[in-house]
């Protein structure tokens, strides 16, 4: 139920729709989903908090607490130009040594009806440890790439993009994936064949390893940790 350019998984089933083509209008529903992202840093494990909301109304505004009354609110920021997704996204000065705070969060969204609709978010104790990298071979004539990695215990799926920066439009997806090795070449399937490759861009690969509050979980909703090694290729 969620688009594959605003999660970074882009594993999931559908979306939630803001247009309704008959008369009826549908309830003021949405998804509020707080996660983990941990990488190595400096070959230092470090931890920053990744929050999305997602919403079928066009939301004028969304923003989350922890139900700790200690804790400050976020305020998120829409994502492009999609008034249905806003999103808290980290910066590598975000990071820290230290953890994301486990328990509940509240989300409020308020749609541009002025509708308020109050949601929480479980953020779990479970971690895995950081994905690393084991070989990343690009060959730029061909536009091929090798990669493989370690194996992150626990874990409940693997996934590959590649995107236009961190966090950007996502230009490749592949599957969920239980193995620990990928090759991509312009023939593999997961492309965005809306999108046109630029001859010089550098773009961003992601190996990531994640973690479901349930491993159930089928719709890409409710992660707990994503673990994510990046590198970047220029075509």
Known sequence: MKSKLILALAISSGMLS???????TPEFDGVGDIY?????????VKYAPVIYAYSNMYLSSAKMSHSDAHSPEITLTKVGENATNFASLPKT???SETD???????????STDNEVLNLTDK???VRIAAIEISKFEYNKDQHSIEIEW????NRDTYHVKIA??????IVYSSNRLNNNALTIDQEAQGWDRNYTMKSGTTYTVSVSAYKFESS????????NQESVEYREIEW
Do not use: M, P, W
């Open 18 to 24: 803001a247009c309704d083509s008959d008369t009826h």
């Open 36 to 44: 983990v992202r941990c990488q190595k840093i400096d070959d230092v």
């Open 93 to 95: 000065i975000d990071y």
């Open 100 to 110: 994301v705070k486990n328990g509940t969060y509240n989300f409020e969204f308020t």
């Open 123 to 125: 953020l779990l104790e």
């Open 150 to 153: 370690g194996t992150v215990e």
């Open 164 to 169: 236009t920066a961190i966090d950007g439009r």
């Open 216 to 223: 159930n979980t089928q719709n890409g909703y409710h992660i």
